[in-house]
């Protein structure tokens, strides 16, 4: 009678996910491992593009680059699947990054290329963001993954914010570039 | 740098929604609310019902308090139906508003009267002990019991006004340590009893009727109602009904009960029932059975001041008991206004909610974000209802049966249709069901309901002052319903009824830290007024001691028009604040409903989840984007933002039937 009384603490429900039917593979909540973009990028995976207008043609450019570095076969599978992707939410932030991105079956691991454009091109999509950065990466299509993938996507746009990006299209080389985002990674 | 323009999708001003109804309560104080109107009865009931049963009455009083416990049964079953329920709401959905209208008409007159019976006989008390004490004194003056009672009512109403505007969480601690101290009361009372009973002896009350002069009403003249002895009986138990009143009350803050609500309304229901009975039944049996019957009639409107008079023991002890006890039925009586004025209020905005009061009642004190104009309506009446009763205990008890037992008929009576027009599964039931085939015959119910229909039929033959006034007063209030109605039907209100809420404006999202102040913070993302599902989930599994919860509406704005002006809420948004509130008060936990502008979702959930130092994030999935997509958009403008966070956030995307995509951002 008076344990009755006493105020009980919510009993926490059971997890949902043992009741609950879930329509796709949930994702493991696993610290990912880290990411260093210095790592995954080389002097031949940054391109400078100082003349480019056009958002397609762009992500065009710098995914057959990353194929053929990359030694990927049928680049237009993959330009395909990143074309895909951006019809869905846009990839493009404020700060003057665009990441355009697929998750493709096959590969083992992640491949990146970083396009700097000191002019700016428009995002076709949201007319008021100035696409400055473009981050394009390929990553595996397997849930074990995903986590990984995303921390990506976070530490890209922690890193990439307006002031370095500004620092980055002062910049007249690939390596210097890359030099860039290696100092800002290690700081 | 100065070159580009960043576009208008981050998040400057923030609007923090308030209301007095995110506050809850235990169900300790939940039970305090009621006993300050049902336990109280104590110290007026006993004399009340002796006038016009005589001495037997402990006996019908002892079988009222019995009934209680079915009426509290029925009350449970309808709270778990309707978290805002209450009579109106309940007899509504069964047998429609015209007859829900009626049943609240004479709820009403049940409050209003409530207030000032429960002031006056506290005025009644303490003008007795100030009588008995001038002496002591040496103070040659006496007061005249009733201008006192009315003076002493009016104050302890006005107090309680000014208590209720503040808002229920200050009154309610206060029920609870009035409560407190009536149990030290009684237990030092009735220990004092026995020790008088065991050096006198004692004898029980006797079981025959002697009806006071006015007791039978209209049947005082009808010689075959004298006969039947089932008849007197009901008379008898119609003259202690009052020992019940309050129990609406419960259903008007079943809303502000904590989680988990079912099972805390169910202990506070056995709260209720305890204390009620034990304090009600046995303070009479010892009035009729301690008192000698000649200085009994001196105190029946002030009895359990006879009864501590009467004590074994010196006289200054007893007087110190007098004291005592009439200090804290001072102190639960007045309390009692203060529920009179919650459940009055509570019953009026369930009509406002379904458009029968004008919109003008609804608004909220600019301050306190109560209902005020609600609370002033109901205290002026308690106010004239003092005034001209001159402050009679007697005839204002005959009175109040008349909505006390009316709309228990009604509510049993739509309990018992609901039964059948919704078959629905309940959280609990009133016990004693019958299952026949596929029909479930409610056994318990109609037990219940043949008692009160008896009860009921015979206080309108035998309590004259009660119908009369009753019925007039009961059809003033549902014709002022229904012209209110009426209007507010011609000026086409179609739409849904929107929680009254207050906006408090930050300039900066980076105030809204303050917000909240427990170590985990759930940020919840709600868009959709009809998709509640995200809150829902949140809140089922949420801590409320150690979580705050934050939900977050992200109003879209095209970049013209954005300046981050909040402005005022649209109709879309009003109705989904409202859900917000519902699904809230449908758990007992509090949330923070936040609304910002941005041109992102996106970069608002995560400003804002930075900003309020989230340890979790919760969504509802994208059915055309996918829930993968989101989160992906959610990782960019987290980083984005550029803001280091301490810990990992974890972030829940949900789809009805389960989680859909659950990881952490680090």
């Given at each position: 009678?008076?344990?009755?009384?006493?105020?009980?603490?919510?009993?926490?429900?059971?997890?949902?996910?043992?009741?609950?039917?879930?329509?796709?593979?949930?994702?493991?909540?696993?610290?990912?491992k880290?990411?260093?973009?210095?790592?995954?990028?080389?002097?031949?995976?940054?391109?400078?593009?100082?003349?480019?207008?056009?958002?397609?043609?762009?992500?065009?450019?710098?995914?057959?680059?990353?194929?053929?570095?990359?030694?990927?076969?049928?680049?237009?599978?993959?330009?395909?699947?990143?074309?895909?992707?951006e019809?869905?939410?846009?990839?493009?932030?404020?700060?003057?990054?665009?990441?355009?991105?697929a998750?493709?079956?096959?590969?083992?691991?992640?491949?990146?290329?970083?396009?700097?454009?000191p002019?700016?091109?428009?995002?076709?999509?949201?007319?008021?963001?100035?696409?400055?950065?473009?981050?394009?990466?390929?990553?595996?299509?397997?849930?074990?993954?995903?986590?990984?993938?995303?921390?990506?996507?976070?530490?890209?746009?922690?890193?990439?914010?307006?002031?370095?990006?500004?620092?980055?299209?002062?910049?007249?080389?690939?390596?210097?570039?890359?030099?860039?985002?290696?100092?800002?990674?290690?700081s | 740098?100065?070159?580009?323009?960043?576009?208008?999708?981050?998040?400057?001003?923030?609007?923090?929604?308030?209301?007095?109804?995110?506050?809850?309560?235990?169900?300790w104080?939940?039970?305090?609310i009621?006993?300050?109107?049902?336990?109280?009865?104590?110290?007026?009931?006993?004399?009340?019902?002796?006038?016009?049963?005589?001495?037997?009455?402990?006996?019908?009083?002892?079988?009222v308090?019995?009934?209680?416990?079915?009426?509290?049964?029925?009350?449970?079953?309808?709270?778990?139906?309707?978290?805002?329920?209450?009579?109106?709401?309940?007899?509504?959905?069964?047998?429609?508003?015209?007859?829900?209208?009626?049943?609240?008409?004479?709820?009403?007159?049940?409050y209003?009267?409530?207030?000032?019976?429960s002031?006056?006989?506290?005025?009644?008390?303490?003008?007795?002990?100030?009588?008995?004490?001038?002496p002591?004194?040496?103070i040659?003056?006496?007061?005249?019991?009733?201008?006192?009672?009315?003076?002493?009512?009016?104050a302890?109403?006005?107090?309680?006004?000014?208590?209720?505007?503040?808002?229920?969480?200050?009154?309610?601690?206060?029920?609870?340590?009035?409560?407190?101290?009536?149990?030290?009361?009684?237990?030092?009372?009735?220990a004092?009893?026995?020790?008088?009973?065991?050096?006198?002896?004692?004898?029980?009350?006797?079981?025959?009727?002697?009806?006071?002069?006015?007791?039978?009403?209209?049947?005082?003249?009808?010689?075959?109602?004298?006969?039947i002895?089932?008849?007197?009986?009901?008379?008898?138990?119609?003259?202690?009904?009052?020992?019940?009143?309050?129990?609406?009350?419960?259903?008007?803050?079943?809303?502000?009960?904590?989680?988990?609500?079912?099972?805390?309304?169910?202990?506070?229901?056995?709260?209720?029932?305890?204390?009620?009975?034990?304090l009600?039944?046995?303070?009479?049996?010892?009035?009729?059975?301690?008192?000698?019957?000649?200085?009994?009639?001196?105190y029946?409107?002030?009895?359990?001041?006879?009864?501590?008079?009467?004590?074994?023991?010196?006289?200054?002890?007893?007087?110190?008991?007098?004291?005592?006890?009439?200090?804290?039925?001072?102190?639960?009586?007045?309390?009692?206004?203060?529920?009179?004025?919650?459940?009055?209020?509570g019953?009026m905005?369930?009509?406002?909610?379904?458009?029968?009061?004008?919109?003008?009642?609804?608004?909220?004190?600019?301050?306190?974000?109560?209902?005020?104009?609600?609370?002033?309506?109901?205290?002026?009446?308690?106010?004239?209802?003092?005034?001209?009763?001159?402050?009679?205990?007697?005839?204002?008890?005959?009175?109040?049966a008349?909505?006390?037992?009316?709309?228990?008929?009604?509510?049993?009576?739509?309990?018992?249709?609901?039964?059948?027009?919704?078959?629905?599964?309940?959280?609990?039931?009133?016990p004693?069901?019958?299952?026949?085939?596929?029909?479930?015959?409610?056994?318990?119910?109609?037990?219940?309901?043949?008692?009160?229909?008896?009860?009921?039929?015979?206080?309108?033959?035998?309590?004259?002052?009660?119908?009369?006034?009753?019925?007039?007063?009961t059809?003033?209030?549902?014709?002022?319903?229904?012209?209110?109605?009426?209007?507010?039907?011609?000026?086409?209100?179609?739409?849904?009824?929107?929680?009254?809420?207050?906006?408090?404006?930050?300039?900066?999202?980076?105030?809204?830290?303050?917000?909240?102040?427990?170590?985990?913070?759930?940020?919840?993302?709600?868009?959709?007024?009809?998709?509640?599902y995200?809150?829902?989930?949140?809140?089922e599994t949420v801590?409320?001691?150690?979580?705050d919860?934050?939900?977050?509406?992200?109003r879209?704005?095209?970049?013209?028009?954005?300046?981050?002006?909040?402005?005022?809420?649209?109709?879309?948004?009003?109705l989904?604040?409202?859900?917000?509130?519902?699904?809230a008060?449908?758990?007992?936990?509090?949330?923070?409903?936040?609304?910002?502008?941005?041109?992102?979702?996106?970069?608002?959930?995560a400003?804002?989840?930075?900003?309020?130092?989230?340890?979790?994030?919760?969504?509802?999935?994208?059915?055309?984007?996918?829930?993968?997509?989101?989160?992906?958009?959610?990782?960019?403008?987290?980083?984005?933002?550029?803001?280091?966070?301490?810990?990992?956030?974890k972030?829940?995307?949900?789809?009805?039937?389960?989680?859909?995509?659950?990881?952490?951002?680090?």
């Amino acid at each position: 009678m008076v344990d009755w009384f006493k105020k009980s603490k919510d009993k926490k429900a059971p997890p949902a996910e043992k009741s609950a039917k879930t329509v796709e593979p949930r994702v493991s909540t696993a610290t990912a491992k880290s990411v260093a973009i210095g790592k995954i990028l080389s002097p031949d995976l940054v391109l400078l593009l100082p003349g480019e207008k056009d958002k397609g043609k762009v992500v065009e450019l710098l995914v057959t680059r990353l194929c053929t570095v990359k030694n990927f076969k049928d680049s237009s599978a993959f330009l395909k699947k990143v074309m895909e992707r951006e019809q869905g939410i846009s990839t493009t932030l404020d700060t003057g990054l665009s990441l355009p991105h697929a998750r493709i079956d096959g590969i083992t691991d992640i491949a990146a290329i970083l396009g700097v454009l000191p002019q700016g091109i428009q995002d076709p999509v949201q007319p008021d963001m100035t696409i400055r950065a473009m981050f394009l990466f390929f990553s595996p299509n397997i849930p074990s993954a995903f986590s990984h993938h995303l921390h990506l996507l976070r530490h890209v746009s922690a890193v990439f914010q307006p002031d370095f990006i500004d620092q980055l299209t002062s910049a007249s080389h690939p390596a210097e570039v890359l030099e860039l985002i290696r100092r800002k990674e290690a700081s | 740098m100065g070159q580009r323009k960043r576009s208008a999708t981050r998040v400057n001003e923030v609007v923090v929604l308030t209301t007095a109804m995110l506050t809850f309560i235990s169900f300790w104080r939940a039970g305090a609310i009621v006993l300050c109107d049902m336990a109280s009865t104590a110290w007026y009931i006993g004399g009340i019902a002796e006038k016009a049963i005589g001495q037997s009455a402990p006996w019908f009083i002892l079988a009222v308090m019995t009934f209680s416990g079915c009426m509290l049964a029925a009350y449970i079953e309808a709270a778990s139906m309707f978290v805002r329920g209450g009579v109106y709401k309940v007899v509504r959905a069964a047998m429609g508003g015209t007859v829900a209208k009626v049943s609240v008409s004479a709820l009403m007159f049940d409050y209003v009267l409530t207030g000032p019976i429960s002031s006056v006989a506290a005025g009644q008390y303490l003008a007795g002990l100030i009588n008995h004490l001038f002496p002591v004194f040496r103070i040659g003056w006496q007061v005249d019991p009733h201008a006192f009672a009315v003076i002493f009512a009016s104050a302890a109403t006005l107090y309680f006004w000014r208590e209720n505007i503040i808002g229920i969480e200050e009154s309610s601690a206060k029920s609870l340590g009035i409560i407190r101290l009536t149990g030290v009361m009684a237990l030092i009372l009735f220990a004092w009893c026995g020790y008088t009973l065991s050096v006198r002896g004692f004898q029980w009350p006797p079981f025959s009727l002697k009806f006071g002069s006015h007791a039978l009403g209209w049947l005082e003249h009808v010689d075959w109602a004298h006969s039947i002895g089932a008849v007197g009986v009901m008379v008898g138990l119609g003259h202690a009904f009052l020992g019940m009143s309050g129990l609406e009350s419960l259903a008007q803050v079943y809303r502000e009960m904590e989680a988990p609500k079912l099972k805390n309304l169910k202990r506070a229901a056995l709260f209720i029932f305890v204390f009620a009975f034990t304090l009600t039944t046995l303070s009479t049996f010892f009035a009729v059975t301690i008192i000698p019957d000649a200085m009994r009639q001196e105190y029946l409107d002030n009895l359990l001041g006879g009864l501590a008079m009467a004590q074994e023991g010196p006289r200054w002890a007893l007087l110190a008991l007098h004291s005592f006890v009439v200090i804290v039925g001072v102190m639960i009586l007045s309390g009692a206004v203060n529920t009179s004025i919650v459940g009055a209020n509570g019953v009026m905005n369930r009509l406002a909610e379904d458009g029968i009061l004008a919109d003008w009642f609804r608004w909220l004190h600019p301050r306190f974000g109560t209902t005020h104009r609600m609370i002033n309506l109901v205290v002026a009446l308690q106010i004239l209802t003092i005034v001209l009763c001159r402050g009679d205990v007697y005839l204002l008890g005959e009175a109040y049966a008349f909505g006390v037992i009316w709309s228990f008929v009604f509510k049993i009576t739509a309990l018992m249709v609901l039964r059948f027009k919704d078959r629905s599964p309940r959280e609990w039931m009133v016990p004693l069901n019958v299952r026949i085939g596929s029909v479930e015959l409610p056994i318990g119910l109609s037990m219940i309901f043949l008692v009160l229909v008896a009860a009921a039929v015979t206080n309108l033959a035998t309590k004259k002052i009660a119908t009369i006034s009753g019925v007039i007063f009961t059809a003033a209030f549902y014709l002022v319903f229904h012209v209110s109605e009426k209007i507010n039907e011609r000026r086409k209100r179609v739409e849904e009824v929107r929680e009254k809420l207050n906006l408090r404006y930050k300039e900066d999202i980076t105030d809204v830290a303050a917000e909240a102040k427990k170590p985990g913070r759930v940020l919840v993302a709600i868009r959709d007024p009809k998709n509640m599902y995200p809150l829902y989930q949140a809140l089922e599994t949420v801590d409320a001691d150690k979580e705050d919860v934050v939900v977050l509406h992200s109003r879209r704005a095209h970049a013209l028009q954005m300046g981050g002006d909040v402005g005022s809420l649209g109709p879309e948004e009003e109705l989904l604040f409202t859900n917000v509130i519902a699904v809230a008060e449908k758990y007992g936990k509090p949330v923070i409903p936040m609304m910002v502008v941005s041109n992102d979702p996106a970069y608002a959930i995560a400003q804002a989840a930075q900003n309020v130092g989230a340890t979790e994030v919760v969504m509802g999935a994208s059915s055309k984007l996918g829930a993968e997509v989101q989160i992906e958009r959610l990782a960019m403008t987290w980083g984005a933002i550029g803001q280091r966070v301490a810990h990992p956030v974890k972030v829940r995307i949900l789809k009805l039937g389960g989680v859909k995509l659950e990881c952490e951002l680090i």
